[in-house]
């Protein structure tokens, strides 16, 4: 009998030695006379149990791990191709607390199919959303996707339904799909977790919305960082073209749908819509003005549907199970689920899809069970880069869009960063603004200009130069920025620099609370 | 322009700008390419695809040095590059970079006087639950210590 063993091809498996452990499986296996299928799955994001392998057994399937290549010979031992028991064995993964806790829908297949097999992809309720969506009208497809009340998961929340709408009535010889993958916020990497792990739902859910406002050809802008990512896509994309779910005529509907990956070059700031779009044509990643929108006057100056990754995968389930299920979950305007994401110096990091609402100490702690380091947590990044340093005294807040946002924070594309009393919040600031310098495009002075005099400034309070007018300084640089910059890198720069500065002035050489000292 | 010193295969760059000039936007495309095969963007380079794709020289090189990805010069044999952003800075990627520039003597965007290692900071490989991270010819790697980096480098310059 073929024993299904299942090891990760998830970028973030693969740096821990998944590959080696692949090929010592392989050969041992081969050595023994066991006959195994090895399936390269996504990982099941529990990564400090990676590489984690999993066998197929009559109660489910059996994980081990974290499994390194010395481990495979006392794993045959062990009897692991029949759930044998072994010091690594970690029980049945669905069983496993950090997992059983989650609710899955966006990742409801990641870990547990192939991921470039169409056959594997309908066998687990793949394709449904698109058989729906094939039979509905597109103001119907729009409707639903309104309906579910999902928002643009890339950090601006944007409510998906409403940009169709307007991309849908918009009059034009041609219309794109564009899906930003260039998801470089640091601290994140759902949207590598699915184009690696899921690639077909980002398909299907590109397909879906190139019925519903009636574009027939779509770019996936993926990050150059991410080599991984692009091999899944592309084989992902050929098979689904091999089968007749993209092309001409999908599934014999007469409708077309064509998908092609284009490659980004390490600028952050084509993260940013315009800005991504100007190098999809094939220029210098500046920021555009808006208006136009993008959805009136977007690639090549056709209207156009510019959405991230995740708010692209969730749409199949919203077609198959119906936008009322969806926004079942969450809490206030957040509805669904978001994949939120555990990184830094947390002791289990990785991906937890949940429903929004649980607070941060809750994903914190329960899930991430502390630091990595064993110390005391002090401060949290959360949305990237340009996202809020949140202090203990916070950790009780729901991760939302808006009950974050009421606290000078924002949940932007799910990430948290955590870092233990070590980190030197100043250095972390200057970090920010530097950061800010080096990735702005220099259309606007706020942005090009003001990140520079930023890090002068906290230089010079961190020499203790006149600290009090440093401050005074500092807080109307940020509010220029702001105010004045033309999108959100100049614009939300200032968050984090400026969450630094109100919760932790004693790193900057301040005694007392920043705005008193000011 | 001047001509480049450095010898780089003309019909191998001609190849890929006639491959993909006709796709819409080809300027990326066509400078991954580029860069794919011979392993940077020559500037000499420029007022081929700029003839090709009936752009300015201007705006050929305007596109080429925005990105931090693409390079002008010829890499070293391997190409090293440390992610510094925020959550590998949270498990001491400060502490590794500048353990990197010591000990390969060069700063980012230098390649080792062996040609053996250039070495490059990167923000963000998507690896952020197993930090600090750094890919080596683009090959991810998780949980470096400066230990498993010194492996590393020796490895890599005992390679062609």
Redesign the interface.
């Known amino acids: 009998m073929t024993i299904k063993v299942y090891i990760p091809r998830d ?2 498996s ?3 030695g998944a590959d080696k452990v692949a090929r010592t499986i392989a050969v041992e296996a081969a050595r023994r006379g066991a006959t195994i299928e090895l399936v390269r799955n996504g990982s099941r994001g529990m ?2 149990l ?1 590489p984690m392998i999993e066998v197929s057994t009559p109660e489910g399937r059996v994980a081990y791990g974290p499994v390194f290549p010395g481990d495979v010979s006392d794993l045959f031992e062990a009897d692991f191709l029949y759930g044998g028991q072994h010091h690594l064995r970690l029980g049945l993964t669905e069983d496993i607390p950090y997992f059983a806790k989650q609710k899955r829908l966006t990742f409801a297949r990641v870990g547990i199919t192939d991921p470039v097999s169409i056959d594997d992809y309908l066998a687990h309720d793949g394709y449904r959303g698109l058989t729906n969506a094939l039979k509905m009208t597109p103001a119907d497809i729009v409707e639903e996707v309104t309906t579910s009340g999902l928002r643009g998961r890339g950090g601006a929340a944007f409510p998906t339904g409403i940009k169709w709408r307007t991309v849908l009535g918009a009059q034009a010889d041609q219309k794109y799909i564009v899906c930003n993958a260039d ?7 759902s ?2 977790m699915i184009m690696e792990g899921d690639p077909l739902v980002l398909i299907e859910g590109m397909t879906i919305a190139g019925l519903a406002v009636g574009a027939t050809m779509g770019y996936i802008y993926l990050r ?5 990512a692009e091999v899944a896509l592309n084989e992902a994309i050929a098979a689904a073209n091999a089968r007749g779910y993209l092309g001409d005529d999908i599934l014999g509907s007469g409708k077309t749908f064509h998908l092609e990956v ?7 700031v084509c993260g940013e819509e315009t800005s991504l779009l100007e ?8 920021v555009r003005f808006k208006p136009p929108l993008p959805a009136l006057e977007g690639l ?1 100056g056709k209207p156009t549907v510019v959405n991230n990754v995740i708010s692209l995968a969730s749409v199949p389930i919203i077609l198959d199970q119906g936008g009322a299920n969806y926004q079942e979950y969450g809490v206030g305007r957040s509805r669904g689920t978001l994949p939120f ?6 002791k289990y ?2 991906l937890v899809e949940a429903a929004f609402g649980l607070t941060i100490r809750e994903l914190l702690y329960d899930f991430g069970g502390g630091s ?1 380091t064993g110390r005391p947590i002090r401060a949290v ?1 959360i949305g990237g ?1 340009l996202g809020a340093y949140v202090p203990e005294s916070q950790f009780d807040l729901p991760l939302d869009y808006e009950e974050l946002g009421k606290n000078d924070a924002m949940l932007g594309h799910g ?1 948290l ?4 009393d070590t ?1 030197d919040m100043a250095q ?1 600031a200057r ?1 920010g603004m530097e ?1 800010c310098a ?2 702005s ?1 220099g259309k606007c002075t706020p942005c090009r200009i003001g990140s520079t005099r930023g890090v002068e400034v906290i230089d010079r309070m961190v020499e203790g130069k006149d600290r009090p007018k440093q401050v005074i300084l500092l807080r109307e640089l940020c509010d220029t920025m702001l105010s004045g910059s033309l999108c959100a890198l100049g614009g939300m720069a200032p968050f984090p620099v400026l969450s630094a500065l109100n919760h932790f002035p004693e790193d900057f050489g301040l005694a007392e609370p920043a705005d008193k000292a000011a | 322009m001047t001509t480049s010193t450095t010898p780089w295969d003309r019909d191998k760059v001609l190849g890929i700008i006639d491959a993909l000039k006709h796709k ?6 066509i ?2 390419g580029i860069q794919d095969n011979i392993g940077y963007v020559p500037d000499d380079a420029v007022p081929l695809m700029a003839e090709a ?1 009936n752009l300015s020289r201007a ?1 050929v090189h ?2 080429i040095t ?5 390079r002008t010069t010829p890499p070293g044999r391997h190409k090293l590059e440390i992610c510094r ?7 001491g990627a400060n502490r590794l970079v500048a353990h990197a520039k010591k000990t390969l003597g060069v700063d980012f965007h230098e390649t080792t006087a062996d040609g053996a290692i250039s070495l490059e900071a ?10 600090p ?1 750094v ?1 080596v010819d ?6 470096v210590s400066q230990e498993s980096f010194d492996e590393l480098v020796g490895n890599l310059r005992s390679q062609p």
């Not at chain 1, 998801?183 to 990497?189: A, N, R, Y």
């Not at chain 1, 999809?280 to 500046?286: D, T, V």
């Not at chain 2, 819409?24 to 495309?29: E, N, R, V």
Request: hydrophobic share 40%.
């Open positions: 970028s973030a693969i740096s821990l990564f400090w990676e998801e470089g916020d640091s601290g994140t990497f949207d590598r150059s960082e991410y080599p991984y284009r490659r980004g070059a390490g600028a952050y190098s999809l044509e094939g220029k210098r990643g500046m090549f994401q555990l990184a830094g110096n947390i990091g990785g990595r990044q880069p990430g960063v955590v870092f233990d980190v972390m970090f950061f080096i990735e495009c | 819409p936007g080809a300027l990326m495309p400078l991954h794709l705006e305007g596109t925005f990105y931090h990805h693409f952003a925020e959550a590998c800075q949270a498990m990167v923000y963000c490989l998507g690896n952020c639950a197993c930090s991270a890919m683009g090959e991810l790697l998780g949980s």
